[in-house]
């Protein structure tokens, strides 16, 4: 029997890749399909992007100075997130079975995208207007 170098090992399927992997899990839930709703496209695109953005910073800086600090605070605006994603997919389940929450849960998705109102190009003044 041959002994196999380091180089030679092979990665178990289901294990993680990368460091990324290794540090954020896969997001959950799965986002809704927006299906037309400008609104929720617009708020899966930016806890999307969002999601990304922390896990590539976190990356870039967990070796330096302050990195593990860096790492936590990704870790916990993805916990954050994944709070959102929940609101999101909710909404979306309501949304396709046409159930009496889902207007309540659309206004709260109108409270998520004021967050942006200032900041992001693609916010639109009417989705606060009713």
Known sequence: MTSRGVGDVQRV?????SWIELNFATPEPPLPTPL???LLEFLCSQVSGWERQVE???????????GAALVRYAQDIRA?????RLVLAR???????????APVLRAVLVDLATAY?????????EWSAG
Request: hydrophobic fraction near 30%; avoid cysteine; aromatic fraction near 6%.
């Open 91 to 101: 909404y979306g389940e309501a949304r396709d079975a046409g159930a009496a929450e």
């Open 80 to 84: 954050q997130l994944a709070a959102i």
């Open 56 to 66: 590539t910073e976190a990356n870039e800086y967990h070796r330096q100075p302050l």
């Open 117 to 125: 109102r200032h900041r992001h190009p693609d916010w639109r003044a």
């Open 13 to 17: 399927l289901g294990q993680p890749q």
């Open 36 to 38: 037309g709703d400008p």
